[in-house]
């Protein structure tokens, strides 16, 4: 209930922000259900919650065995006002895109099949204009290879969030021209790289694409901005919140989890009641009860009783089995990020490194060397993402792994093996030695070899964890693919 409550909010967001920026405007026919659950990759449930709340809100009206109208109004300077408010993340998601996008669609590239028909159906549109849904569906067929919907997730939320309207009363270039003859001019390019498997290339081209249409928007945005007066009330930075699957309560139990061990708590002889922890994040009972249950179920807390619960010392705890649906259903979560971290690391690290000079860059490599953490796989993805997390150049990528975040806490589980499988042995031991090549190389201020053992200890991990679950899980359909 927490995640679909949590869905259909997002979507209902969305829609609404496009509506108000003019992307839907007055009189156009609304989307229908399944265009909606396929773009937003959500049920038909979640699809009709939503449509119900838009009619309520009075921005579309709707009639019995007719698609839904767009019935909210705005004059042209409201909606220019209403891009001004979100100017600032608008540029920045393109930005963003530009680093994260790239490496993702060139890594399912190669192991996709034949892409033609995309290209070619693109192609052959009416006046060689490119068929937007022909261009969607090609871009969007190099992220299935990953079977992981939280990719697909990623791709809807922040490209979406980034539409915005062309004004025609603005008289200024109509800043989808041109990337729309980029899209005619490149993508049989782009498709053909992908046949031959050339990633290199194929991410080079894809950067270039993403810096064209930031580059673009940029001039269109800050044209706008000249015509109408900032707003005088702006609001806070505007941000889409992605489509978090996992539960409320995980959420909470990552947050505490982070408190812990930066070390907020150790003033404390208790670990934080239930009731404290329902004041400080407004939950339920039930909610916090989940997480504090989930801490204990992981081997990081364990309850006195009649007193309190307190963390645990690093004695060893009995393996668990993972077979459970919930924790099924949650691991599934957690791979599919951690199959996200492992292709995009690389140049997240690079652009983390890149802030930092190389006395800050030793000091880094002396802060995860002393961590104890670091004797666990968990530990160092908890290590590296609370370093990227701090020091991503973008709002919005810090944004992204924030909502990673909550999936991460199911990890835990597979510190307690129940079966030992020597490959997965060595894919751990290939995790830890990946991630004391970083160090080194931090150590060195190389940060291009850094931020590949980076990379490369994330895929270690993620392969170790994967193959673990395959063997364990009652559907290994769930199991995202090998990269």
């Not at 679909?4 to 609404?16: G, P």
């Not at 809100?57 to 019935?71: D, F, L």
Request: aromatic share 10%; net charge negative.
């Amino acid at each position: 209930m927490e995640q679909e409550s949590l869905l259909y909010k997002v979507l209902y967001q969305s829609i609404l922000t496009q509506i108000y920026s003019g992307v839907l405007r007055r009189g156009e026919v609304f989307p229908s259900q399944s265009e909606l659950c396929q773009r937003y990759q959500v049920g038909i449930t979640t699809v009709r919650k939503v449509i119900r709340m838009l009619k309520e809100e009075g921005v579309i009206c709707t009639s019995s065995g007719k698609r839904a109208i767009v019935s909210f109004n705005e004059n042209e300077n409201g909606y220019i006002q209403s891009l001004m408010q979100r100017r600032e993340s608008i540029l920045d998601i393109y930005s963003g895109l530009e680093l994260i996008m790239p490496s993702l669609y060139a890594e399912g590239a190669m192991h996709c099949g034949s892409l033609s028909f995309f290209a070619d159906a693109a192609d052959s549109a009416d006046n060689r204009i490119i068929n937007n849904q022909q261009t969607a569906a090609f871009f969007t067929e190099m992220l299935l290879p990953y079977r992981n919907q939280t990719v697909l997730d990623l791709q809807s939320d922040m490209e979406h969030y980034a539409r915005f309207p062309y004004v025609m009363q603005s008289q200024l270039e109509d800043p989808f021209t041109v990337s729309a003859d980029f899209m005619k001019n490149n993508l049989s390019v782009m498709q053909g790289m992908a046949e031959r498997k050339e990633r290199g290339p194929l991410i080079a081209k894809l950067e270039e694409m993403y810096k064209n249409a930031g580059q673009q928007a940029a001039v269109y945005l800050n044209g706008l901005q000249k015509i109408v007066p900032k707003p005088e009330n702006l609001v806070a930075y505007q941000w889409f919140r992605g489509k978090n699957r996992s539960p409320l309560y995980a959420s909470v139990a990552q947050s505490l989890y982070r408190r812990a061990q930066s070390g907020e708590f150790s003033d404390r002889a208790y670990f934080p009641s239930e009731p404290e922890i329902m004041r400080i994040y407004k939950i339920s009972k039930s909610t916090a009860s989940k997480a504090m249950a989930l801490l204990s179920d992981i081997g990081f807390i364990h309850t006195i009783e009649k007193k309190g619960s307190v963390l645990r010392t690093s004695e060893e705890l009995a393996p668990i089995r993972i077979e459970q649906n919930i924790i099924e259903n949650n691991l599934t979560l957690f791979l599919n990020v951690l199959q996200i971290l492992a292709v995009c690391t690389g140049k997240l690290s690079l652009a983390a490194f890149s802030l930092l000079d190389d006395s800050q860059l030793a000091d880094t490599a002396a802060e995860w060397e002393l961590s104890p953490l670091r004797q666990r796989s968990s530990g160092i993805i908890h290590i590296i993402t609370a370093f990227l997390k701090a020091h991503m150049p973008l709002k919005c990528l810090e944004n992204i792994l924030e909502q990673f975040d909550d999936a991460l806490i199911w990890g835990h589980y597979l510190d307690r093996p129940y079966v030992i499988i020597e490959e997965c042995v060595a894919l751990a031991q290939e995790g830890f030695e990946e991630f004391a090549l970083a160090c080194s190389s931090l150590r060195k201020g190389d940060r291009e070899s850094a931020a590949l053992c980076v990379q490369r200890t994330f895929r270690a991990i993620f392969l170790d964890a994967r193959l673990y679950t395959l063997i364990c899980f009652k559907n290994p359909d769930k199991v995202p693919a090998e990269i």
